[in-house]
């Protein structure tokens, strides 16, 4: 892999992001919502229940850490995507551009967009709901560690169905992490699921950062060995992931997709 | 003169389709080599199985003997191209596609690079211009900067005059016949324009449904099929392949 190569697609989204500034605020906007949404429910359900539950580290924080996932997943497919809207695959797939470097540029263009997201983020949550990221201890390292390369496996499979189906196909990558929320436990503990849910859960590596989120506010010991389970499994979904993409791009390139892709309209 | 282009048993199928029916050619250094044929002949399919974006059936591409299956990146480094259905992206400007694509094919002193082409393409006062918003003369002078930056061993240029003007294509191709003559590298241009061909191929290939049905020097080749003119000759070849197929 050639360093430089990685570095020209990163450069491409971040010349994208800062030269319009719809493309700009559109990371923030949903983030910004979702905080002051579920923000004031916190301060509500605080104030209005007699639980000795701290609803802020849970609601809240469980929320900033759900949307901090999907930004890494949104950062790598909106990057794809913005190769297939501006019909740029036949310039990107016919240049000495390795799969792997296209692949790591828009996964690090995803990283920088999160850690973007996720400042902001922290700095409402603070500013406003008195959220404080301490409360999670050094577990909040291996909890970003976990949907950092879990949210880079969902953007590279999201972008590997839509290089195989097409950029029609994008909206079958938006609500991904929508069907997945509910297996893996943001709001609530995966015995709540039904039997064949809780086995789902169990494999998908985020619901061990929400159970550890709800594990530290039940004061509760967290095992540091399940969080790092946590990592590995992510690390196994990103190499299934990559797989699947470098097996999407084989099947366009017999087939002659990609060039469909490039050269007719949106359909 | 070395090869850049070996093209050996090319053959594509699609189910019961076949695009390109095994072909073989070759490129050398300091020589343009037309690709004629009608619409749907196999032109396009061929050019898109040289960059590695169209796996073939059967045959082989070897770019400086890189075999584009096995050494893709090695082989797509030597190589540029510049197509009407492939212009740069809209969304960013004349000189950061430049300097992007400039990144993706390792250009040394890519500043310097990159000034001479907007230069030689007349293309400075556009370079804070957003390519989606220029005319599109401007994008493909555009695009076939971007394909000359890293002085490619290798040119393809599928029709790459096709949108330009009669005076800034008698330019370009003038670029272009100069590029090969002083340069390194070897050109496949495919046009429909037989005019264009004539100046500036020193050979051309006639493909149509998929064969190489002629081969040979755009100023002999209608004479020696008893023709008036490379038109002349390109509309019998296209509404008569099978005659020549037996020739």
């Given at each position: 892999m050639k360093a430089i190569r990685i570095y020209a697609i990163f450069l491409r989204q971040f010349y994208l992001i800062r030269d319009n500034v719809t493309r700009f605020f559109q990371i923030f906007i949903w983030i910004t919502v979702d905080i002051a949404l579920w923000g004031f429910l916190s301060k509500y359900l605080s104030g209005a229940t007699e639980s000795t539950l701290s609803f802020i580290p849970l609601f809240l924080g469980a929320v900033l850490l759900w949307d901090f996932l999907i930004q890494v997943m949104q950062g790598i497919s909106m990057s794809f995507f913005e190769d297939a809207w501006s019909h740029n695959f036949l310039n990107i797939f016919a240049s000495p551009l390795r799969i792997s470097e296209y692949v790591t540029g828009l996964a690090l263009s995803g990283i920088a967009r999160s850690i973007l997201a996720l400042v902001v983020m922290l700095t409402l949550a603070t500013i406003i709901f008195g959220f404080s990221v301490f409360t999670y201890g050094v577990s909040l390292i291996f909890f970003l560690s976990i949907l950092f390369l879990f949210g880079i496996a969902l953007g590279i499979f999201g972008i590997s169905i839509v290089l195989r189906l097409g950029p029609s196909a994008e909206w079958f990558v938006w609500p991904i992490p929508a069907v997945l929320s509910p297996f893996v436990g943001v709001f609530y503990p995966l015995s709540t699921l039904p039997q064949w849910m809780q086995f789902v859960g169990h494999i998908l590596p985020p619901s061990y950062v929400f159970s550890g989120i709800r594990g530290i506010v039940n004061g509760e010991a967290l095992s540091i060995q399940t969080l790092i389970f946590g990592i590995v499994l992510s690390l196994v979904y990103i190499a299934v992931a990559y797989g699947i993409f470098v097996l999407a791009y084989r099947r366009v390139v017999r087939t002659g997709l990609i060039i469909r892709y490039s050269a007719e309209n949106l359909s | 003169m070395n090869l850049v282009l070996e093209v050996s048993g090319l053959t594509k199928t699609y189910k019961d389709i076949t695009a390109v029916n095994n072909i073989s050619f070759s490129v050398k250094s300091n020589e343009i080599v037309g690709l004629l044929g009608p619409n749907g002949a196999g032109k396009t399919t061929t050019i898109n199985m040289i960059l590695g974006v169209l796996e073939p059936t059967e045959g082989t591409v070897h770019i400086e003997n890189n075999n584009i299956a096995k050494k893709r990146s090695e082989a797509l480094s030597r190589t540029n191209f510049t197509a009407v259905y492939a212009q740069v992206p809209g969304n960013l400007t004349v000189s950061q596609n430049l300097y992007i694509f400039g990144l993706i094919y390792g250009v040394a002193n890519l500043q310097t690079r990159i000034g001479q082409l907007l230069q030689e393409f007349e293309l400075e006062r556009f370079?804070?211009?957003?390519?989606?918003?220029?005319s599109s003369g401007e994008q493909t002078r555009v695009s076939l900067a971007k394909a000359m930056l890293n002085k490619p061993h290798l040119l393809l240029l599928d029709e790459p005059t096709a949108s330009l003007d009669p005076s800034t294509a008698q330019v370009i191709r003038e670029k272009i016949k100069d590029y090969a003559a002083k340069g390194t590298g070897g050109v496949l241009w495919t046009s429909h324009n037989m005019h264009e061909v004539e100046n500036v191929c020193n050979r051309i290939l006639f493909l149509s449904h998929g064969k190489i049905l002629l081969e040979g020097n755009p100023k002999t080749l209608p004479q020696e099929y008893g023709k008036k003119d490379l038109e002349e000759l390109f509309i019998a070849v296209a509404r008569e392949p099978l005659t020549f197929e037996l020739t």
């Amino acid at each position: 892999m050639k360093a430089i190569r990685i570095y020209a697609i990163f450069l491409r989204q971040f010349y994208l992001i800062r030269d319009n500034v719809t493309r700009f605020f559109q990371i923030f906007i949903w983030i910004t919502v979702d905080i002051a949404l579920w923000g004031f429910l916190s301060k509500y359900l605080s104030g209005a229940t007699e639980s000795t539950l701290s609803f802020i580290p849970l609601f809240l924080g469980a929320v900033l850490l759900w949307d901090f996932l999907i930004q890494v997943m949104q950062g790598i497919s909106m990057s794809f995507f913005e190769d297939a809207w501006s019909h740029n695959f036949l310039n990107i797939f016919a240049s000495p551009l390795r799969i792997s470097e296209y692949v790591t540029g828009l996964a690090l263009s995803g990283i920088a967009r999160s850690i973007l997201a996720l400042v902001v983020m922290l700095t409402l949550a603070t500013i406003i709901f008195g959220f404080s990221v301490f409360t999670y201890g050094v577990s909040l390292i291996f909890f970003l560690s976990i949907l950092f390369l879990f949210g880079i496996a969902l953007g590279i499979f999201g972008i590997s169905i839509v290089l195989r189906l097409g950029p029609s196909a994008e909206w079958f990558v938006w609500p991904i992490p929508a069907v997945l929320s509910p297996f893996v436990g943001v709001f609530y503990p995966l015995s709540t699921l039904p039997q064949w849910m809780q086995f789902v859960g169990h494999i998908l590596p985020p619901s061990y950062v929400f159970s550890g989120i709800r594990g530290i506010v039940n004061g509760e010991a967290l095992s540091i060995q399940t969080l790092i389970f946590g990592i590995v499994l992510s690390l196994v979904y990103i190499a299934v992931a990559y797989g699947i993409f470098v097996l999407a791009y084989r099947r366009v390139v017999r087939t002659g997709l990609i060039i469909r892709y490039s050269a007719e309209n949106l359909s | 003169m070395n090869l850049v282009l070996e093209v050996s048993g090319l053959t594509k199928t699609y189910k019961d389709i076949t695009a390109v029916n095994n072909i073989s050619f070759s490129v050398k250094s300091n020589e343009i080599v037309g690709l004629l044929g009608p619409n749907g002949a196999g032109k396009t399919t061929t050019i898109n199985m040289i960059l590695g974006v169209l796996e073939p059936t059967e045959g082989t591409v070897h770019i400086e003997n890189n075999n584009i299956a096995k050494k893709r990146s090695e082989a797509l480094s030597r190589t540029n191209f510049t197509a009407v259905y492939a212009q740069v992206p809209g969304n960013l400007t004349v000189s950061q596609n430049l300097y992007i694509f400039g990144l993706i094919y390792g250009v040394a002193n890519l500043q310097t690079r990159i000034g001479q082409l907007l230069q030689e393409f007349e293309l400075e006062r556009f370079k804070d211009v957003k390519c989606g918003a220029l005319s599109s003369g401007e994008q493909t002078r555009v695009s076939l900067a971007k394909a000359m930056l890293n002085k490619p061993h290798l040119l393809l240029l599928d029709e790459p005059t096709a949108s330009l003007d009669p005076s800034t294509a008698q330019v370009i191709r003038e670029k272009i016949k100069d590029y090969a003559a002083k340069g390194t590298g070897g050109v496949l241009w495919t046009s429909h324009n037989m005019h264009e061909v004539e100046n500036v191929c020193n050979r051309i290939l006639f493909l149509s449904h998929g064969k190489i049905l002629l081969e040979g020097n755009p100023k002999t080749l209608p004479q020696e099929y008893g023709k008036k003119d490379l038109e002349e000759l390109f509309i019998a070849v296209a509404r008569e392949p099978l005659t020549f197929e037996l020739t």
